[in-house]
């Protein structure tokens, strides 16, 4: 443990009054707890969603192997960074010029951003999620020119194996290693232990509404589909939709219900990097119908369209005719891929060892 790996991702502010208040200021003025820049005393969220649960599972797997410094994200200071250190980061937007304007731009007050520029030679990884769409991936290329040695993407490997449409396939001298979002299982157990009558089969969709997510294409299945009936969790508004809430933690008592009278996730997505909701409702025991963009190409997965609303109408027919046998038999199959693909065991392996080639 002679390197330090310092490492720079979401955490979780604490529910503990004390350490909110103590989280705020020090967060502010870059003064951090010796116990927090070890990973410890973190108030982790339960269920522990992506992006906290990446920051979790790495801390526990790196720590094993470096002395670790932990930085949240939204830290302005700067790391200290010595011969033979490791710099392994998120790099993040400027999330206030987005909301005022929808432009993706590099945060350059980022304690991210401000290492790089005060210690351009170190070793260091960036480590994001990624997908091909000019208007949400060119926000990082001057960091991808200036700075980064190495990079890795979070991301499905339908991403890849289109990388010849990528922004950057020319401009990194170094493909990025690509790796699978994980889940735990035993924090979205199986539920799922029935499904409607053929021609009554409902849909859910649980995300934002932003551009990305391609809702509108959602809104013109509910508007051509006879009789259509889908929910979502969202805060924005999809029409044609019934809202069941504008937020929700999806914990197993929560999702009780929800999973038992809906039948299909939907996802029509047209540059989502690997959405983490597919992987929760297929933990639940829910099948999936997604795009490719969605970042899922399992042949378990009913496969959709961005914007094909013909293809995507056979598909829905498709859905409310298919058999039980199948539809739990796509389900188990899902559950496969997840044991196999999606496991943390093996995601931090890969990762750790990317970062010692």
Same mark, same amino acid.
């Given at each position: 443990?002679?390197?330090?790996?310092?490492?720079? !991702?979401?955490? +979780?502010?604490?529910?503990?009054?004390?350490?909110?208040?103590?989280?705020?200021?020090? @967060? /502010?003025? #870059? =003064?951090?707890?010796?116990?927090?820049?070890?990973?410890?005393?973190?108030?982790?969220?339960?269920?522990?969603?992506?992006?906290?649960?990446?920051?979790?599972?790495?801390?526990?797997?790196?720590?094993?192997?470096?002395?670790?410094?932990?930085?949240?994200?939204?830290?302005?200071?700067?790391?200290?960074?010595?011969?033979?250190?490791?710099?392994?980061?998120?790099?993040?937007?400027?999330?206030?010029?987005?909301?005022?304007?929808?432009?993706?731009?590099?945060?350059?007050?980022?304690?991210?951003?401000?290492?790089?520029?005060?210690?351009?030679?170190?070793?260091?990884?960036?480590?994001?999620? !990624?997908?091909? +769409?000019?208007?949400?991936?060119?926000?990082?290329?001057?960091?991808?020119?200036?700075? @980064? /040695?190495? #990079? =890795?993407?979070?991301?499905?490997?339908?991403?890849?194996?289109?990388?010849?449409?990528?922004?950057?396939?020319?401009?990194?001298?170094?493909?990025?290693?690509?790796?699978?979002?994980?889940?735990?299982?035993?924090?979205?157990?199986?539920?799922?232990?029935?499904?409607?009558?053929?021609?009554?089969?409902?849909?859910?969709?649980?995300?934002?509404?932003?551009?990305?997510?391609?809702?509108?294409?959602?809104?013109?299945?509910?508007?051509?589909?006879?009789?259509?009936?889908?929910?979502?969790?969202?805060?924005?508004?999809?029409?044609?939709?019934?809202?069941?809430?504008?937020?929700?933690?999806?914990?197993?008592?929560?999702?009780?219900?929800?999973?038992?009278?809906?039948?299909?996730?939907?996802?029509?997505?047209?540059?989502?990097?690997?959405?983490?909701?597919?992987?929760?409702?297929?933990?639940?025991?829910?099948?999936?119908?997604?795009?490719?963009?969605?970042?899922?190409?399992?042949?378990?997965?009913?496969?959709?369209?961005?914007?094909?609303?013909?293809?995507?109408?056979?598909?829905?027919?498709?859905?409310?005719?298919?058999?039980?046998?199948?539809?739990?038999?796509?389900?188990?199959?899902?559950?496969?891929?997840?044991?196999?693909?999606?496991?943390?065991?093996?995601?931090?392996?890969?990762?750790?060892?990317?970062?010692?080639?």
């Amino acid at each position: 443990m002679d390197k330090t790996l310092h490492f720079i !991702y979401a955490v +979780p502010e604490s529910i503990n009054p004390f350490y909110y208040r103590q989280d705020k200021i020090t @967060t /502010k003025y #870059n =003064i951090m707890w010796p116990s927090y820049r070890k990973g410890k005393n973190i108030s982790w969220p339960k269920p522990n969603a992506a992006p906290f649960s990446i920051t979790f599972h790495l801390i526990k797997e790196l720590s094993k192997i470096y002395k670790i410094k932990l930085y949240d994200w939204k830290e302005k200071g700067v790391c200290n960074i010595k011969k033979n250190d490791i710099l392994l980061f998120q790099p993040l937007p400027d999330f206030d010029l987005w909301n005022k304007k929808s432009i993706w731009q590099i945060n350059k007050s980022s304690i991210s951003w401000r290492t790089l520029e005060t210690y351009p030679e170190c070793d260091n990884i960036a480590i994001l999620p !990624y997908n091909h +769409p000019a208007n949400e991936s060119l926000w990082l290329k001057e960091l991808f020119e200036k700075y @980064t /040695k190495k #990079n =890795i993407f979070i991301c499905g490997e339908y991403w890849f194996d289109t990388w010849d449409n990528s922004p950057y396939n020319k401009l990194l001298n170094e493909r990025p290693l690509q790796i699978n979002m994980g889940i735990d299982p035993k924090n979205y157990p199986y539920i799922k232990d029935r499904i409607n009558l053929s021609g009554k089969r409902k849909f859910l969709y649980i995300g934002n509404t932003q551009t990305w997510k391609n809702t509108i294409q959602l809104e013109l299945i509910a508007k051509v589909y006879p009789d259509f009936q889908g929910g979502y969790i969202s805060s924005g508004i999809i029409n044609g939709w019934k809202k069941i809430a504008d937020y929700a933690d999806l914990t197993p008592e929560y999702m009780q219900s929800i999973i038992n009278e809906y039948d299909f996730f939907l996802s029509l997505s047209s540059g989502d990097a690997q959405a983490t909701t597919i992987l929760e409702n297929i933990c639940f025991g829910m099948c999936i119908a997604c795009t490719p963009e969605s970042g899922y190409n399992y042949s378990s997965i009913i496969p959709m369209h961005i914007s094909d609303i013909d293809y995507n109408y056979q598909q829905i027919k498709k859905m409310q005719e298919m058999d039980e046998e199948e539809y739990f038999r796509r389900a188990k199959d899902n559950l496969y891929n997840i044991e196999n693909f999606h496991n943390w065991k093996d995601i931090c392996s890969k990762i750790i060892a990317y970062i010692n080639k």
